[in-house]
């Protein structure tokens, strides 16, 4: 009788509107009302695609209210309101006719559950998934609310992080630029620091990040490699974190000869020291005529015959040996074999780059250490 009292009076106060009436297995059990819910509004967006969906949570126990909240905000619906009493009488009953509608939305509680999940995704150095996740939800919400700022702050961190991985040095610094010119509040808000100091980091890393893109042996380059490997090991990726760590190898014995002007980064072609022509082996003197390329092995026998005796814990020319750690990279399948890598492997390797750094008196430091950003209160 009370089901169809109420019915009576929705349908007289809704007129030209197609109304579908379902019944609800349950009045007090939330787990079975809000699973019976999210599939009855599942069905209804399936049935009618183009339309758009509302909820009004002023009648119902309170498992009903709550269940529909919970299934509306699953079913992605952002619109919901209740029917509030402005004023009561002195029973505390709600005086006829002083009712007014309230208005609110759901996807500012979406929007927060997604700013904490990206900021974890980026924390575990998964910046493409991070900013995928953004990119799917940004259209939920409006200019007008803050969290709009946060969510664009947030995404902008991941395109920086993304660009310094590939090296794309002068798109990162740019990104960071604008962040502390445009967003100085919020980009503070993630690092917990002043908005200030954020400003000025962000404009000394710009110009850092500049330089390096014009310098391809700029000192900086060693340290963003190694720590790049770092993240790629974090993730699990052992094979392209080694690949950055051999690549950080031949990087060393690059900037050591294009000290001595013996290296032309931007040909990367090596030029013949005269003094110890007649020592070095006559396929490595031929290929450096040439102007030809002449890798990893080539640039340490170079270095070793030039008189750094370092450069034969990579490769010895007299005994013919090379590096075995270095070897395993050799046979990954980023190379020339198809040897999985283990984070054993990745270990052994970065201790060895480490130490080769050392040798060579290189800073082994990136330009800003790992990012980990704390989700806005």
Known sequence: DALQKKKDIIEARITNIQKDWILLPEEENFDALADFMCQQINQLKQQYPKSEFAIDATFGTKAMTSALIVAAYYNDIDKLSYVSGAKRDEHGKVISGTEKIIKGRMNLFKIRNVLKEAVQLFNECLYTPAKHLIEKHESLIGEKLG????????????????????????????ILKRLGEEYPSEGALFLNVEPEKFKEKSQEFYKIFSEIENNPVHPKRLGELISSAKRSAKIGRFDDAIARLYRAVEFIGQVVLYKKGLYNPEENKFSLDEKISDRIPEDLKEAIQNRRPIGLRGIYTYLYYLGYTMAQSVYNPETNLYNDVLNLRNKSILAHGFKPLSEESFKRIHEFVIKLAEDFSMDTQPVLEDLRLIIPA
């Open 147 to 174: 969290l709009s700022k946060q969510l664009k702050v947030l995404k902008m961190f991941t395109e920086m992080q993304i660009c310094r991985e590939a090296f794309r040095f002068n798109e990162a610094g740019e």
